[in-house]
């Protein structure tokens, strides 16, 4: 089970992958946005923890696949993402890793005949690519 991680801000789309690329099926949840306020205090890192974690646990992922956040220019990502990124490093029990959006951009060009379970909605898919990039 993949989780792939997509972080915006500050907040984080979630969606989880089961099986292959060739055969994988979607996890559907209700919980599929996990938020923190733009000034985060201690409690909100604490309840964003036990909700990350609860997820995972609920469904017994494996890995976790994060969009790697730009540091520089433009489309820098800020203190939100910032935070969320340092946050789940350190609370997550298992693999963990970041891929760059050149990467899922052209994996998208070769598997996109694979992906019949994407999401429609523009952030789900990006996390959606982000878990399909770890399975097998």
Not at 29 to 46: F, G, R, V
Not at 60 to 78: L, Y
């Amino acid at each position: 089970m993949i989780a792939g991680l997509f972080l915006k801000g500050n907040e984080v789309r979630i969606v989880s992958l089961n099986g292959t690329r060739e055969q994988h099926e979607l996890v559907a949840d209700k919980l599929n946005k996990i938020a923190i306020p733009k000034a985060p205090t201690q409690a909100d890192i604490a309840i964003f923890c036990e909700t990350l974690l609860a997820y995972c646990e609920r469904h017994a992922i494996e890995q976790i696949v994060v969009n790697r956040r730009a540091t520089t220019g433009q489309g820098a990502g800020g203190a939100g993402t910032f935070i969320l990124e340092g946050v789940m490093l350190a609370v997550v029990k298992v693999p963990l890793s970041f891929v760059h959006p050149a990467t899922l951009r052209a994996s998208d060009k070769k598997y996109s005949d694979l992906k019949l379970a994407k999401p429609t909605t523009v952030d789900l898919g990006k996390a959606y690519d982000l878990a399909f990039e770890a399975l097998t």
